[in-house]
C-alpha cells in the first residue's frame, strides 16, 4: 500500500502566503515526479507544479513567480512555498507520486492524496 498524505492548507488574506507538504509512504521502492494539482468541484485536477527526482521543475503560468516547489525523494516528500495569493489561488489543492513503483512489482503508478483546502480572502 501507498499513502499520500498533505498539511498546510488554510485560510489567508489576499497577498498572503501558505506552505503545504505532503509526504508520500508505504512500500515505496521508487517513484519519478511529486506534484501538486488543483481542483474545482466537478472539474479535472490541473497542475500546479511538479518536481521530478532529475530535478526537473514546471509550474503552471499562472504561478510563476509566485509559488516555489521542493522536493526531497529520499524522503518523498514535496512542499509547495505560495506567496502572493490572491482569491483566484482558492481551490483544493492534491498531491500526487507519480511513477511510483511498488517494491516486488514492475508497473508504475499514480497515487494521490485526499487534498487540502486553500482558502485565500480578498
Known amino acids: 500500500q501507498v499513502q499520500v498524505v498533505e498539511s498546510g492548507g488554510g485560510l489567508v488574506q489576499a497577498g498572503g502566503s501558505l506552505r503545504l507538504s505532503c509526504v508520500a509512504s508505504?512500500?515505496?521502492?521508487?517513484?519519478?515526479?511529486m506534484a501538486w494539482y488543483r481542483q474545482e468541484p466537478g472539474e479535472e485536477h490541473n497542475l500546479v507544479a511538479r518536481i521530478t527526482d532529475g530535478g526537473l521543475i514546471e509550474y503552471a503560468d499562472s504561478v510563476k513567480g509566485r509559488f516555489t516547489i521542493s522536493g526531497d525523494f529520499s524522503k518523498n516528500s514535496v512542499s509547495l512555498q505560495m506567496n502572493g495569493l490572491n482569491s483566484e489561488d482558492t481551490d483544493r489543492y492534491y498531491c500526487?507520486?507519480?511513477?511510483?513503483?511498488?517494491?516486488?512489482?514492475?508497473?508504475?503508478?499514480?497515487?494521490w492524496g485526499p487534498g487540502t483546502q486553500v482558502t485565500v480572502s480578498s
Open positions: 500526487a507520486a507519480e511513477g511510483v513503483r511498488r517494491k516486488g512489482y514492475i508497473s508504475r503508478s499514480h497515487f
Open positions: 508505504g512500500d515505496i521502492a521508487g517513484l519519478n515526479a
